[in-house]
């Protein structure tokens, strides 16, 4: 049985789907292991280091797409400049597995069944303890967390820490995280070993303790409605609830140098929870990030991909921020992605048992159909 690894094609993806250290792993439980040539090379993973941990490097683009019996991608086929599709160019009864942002590109999900392949979609992957090694929507998060803080430290015209020196005591910065998922969480963490001071929100009560841990100040907004959906998810609040917090973040925007925005709401476009009026009335040469820029952005000066001036303010909507550190997003999309194969594979041969809660959420297309009504109620 094949197992194969894609070489990404889209614009300004520098990740792959398999490190050589997860091929190794792949290849002493008995599989076989082909890599597209440079299909790492962007993320520093090179052909020698993969042929070294047993793969087989193969150039031949179609013949590699065309006999995988398992197709290894980060992102969504692709229609490739030569014509080809990359749906098309996989043989039906294959499985693909990838963000495959089935809600958001739904039509994708329809050619792969109707090319009879089965295909994963690594976001829909549980987020239950049994799920933790699989959750790449963790471990990118995680990735994006770090960054964000990162570049609005490169940004900020000040220190992030506290300095006593002989030239005067510098006051440490001050950065409010909006949003304490999983990003959140690892923005928090980074900003404070920056030696920032550290206030963060969110709707969910319950992050309040992970947000103290890490040494940072919870700012707690009284709303009188759920704000916690199925599997842990925050809902869409009331425009009730919606002003309520504005009218108590504003203030802590006010008064801080940075603010990283990470709010989602799955399947809906991001919450706005920082308006033009609110930007404008922060210190000038205060930096927003706002990691919600690709989902329609947390904040209204926000434009996808750009940095933006307004009223002082720089205001930055990162794109893809886990391929801007390849290395390790690669690593841990890797071993997420092995530990979901071995899952799939029983004695070296494909074994897809519905039952399994895992399979069955993260499975979107199989025997010509889509299994997933979410997918099928975007198609209508
Ligand atoms: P996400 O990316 O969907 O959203 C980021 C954060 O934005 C969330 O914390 C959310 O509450 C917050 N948010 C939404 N609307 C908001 C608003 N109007 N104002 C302020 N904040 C708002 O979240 P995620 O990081 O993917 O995590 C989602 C859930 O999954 C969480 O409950 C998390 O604890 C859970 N999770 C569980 C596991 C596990 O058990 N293995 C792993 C990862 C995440």
Redesign the pocket.
Known sequence: MKIAVAKEIEVGERRVALVPDTVARLVKKGLEVWVEAGAGDRSFFFDDAYEAAGAKIVSDTAKLWGEADILLKVGLPQEREDGRSEVDMLKPGAILIGFLNPLGEPAIAQKLAQRGVTAFSIELIP???R??SM?A??SQ?SVAGYKAVLIAAAALPKYFPMLTTAAGTIAPAKVFV????????QAIATARRLGAVVEA????P??KEEVQSLGAKFVEVQLNEE??AA???????SEA??QR?QEVVTEHIKQSDVVIT?????GKK??L?VTAEMVAQMKPGSVIVDLAAEQGG?CACTEPGKDVQWHGVTIIGPINLPSSMPVHASQMYAKNLTTLVQLLVKDSAIDLNFADDIIDAACITHGGEIRNQRVKDALA
């Open positions: 987020r239950s303890s799920a933790q959750d929507l963790s998060a909006m949003g304490a998922g999983v990003a959140g969480l929100f969110d709707i969910r319950a992050v704000t916690v599997g842990g998810y925050a809902k869409e609040i609830s919606k917090t990470t709010a989602q709401v799955p991001a919450p929870l947390n």
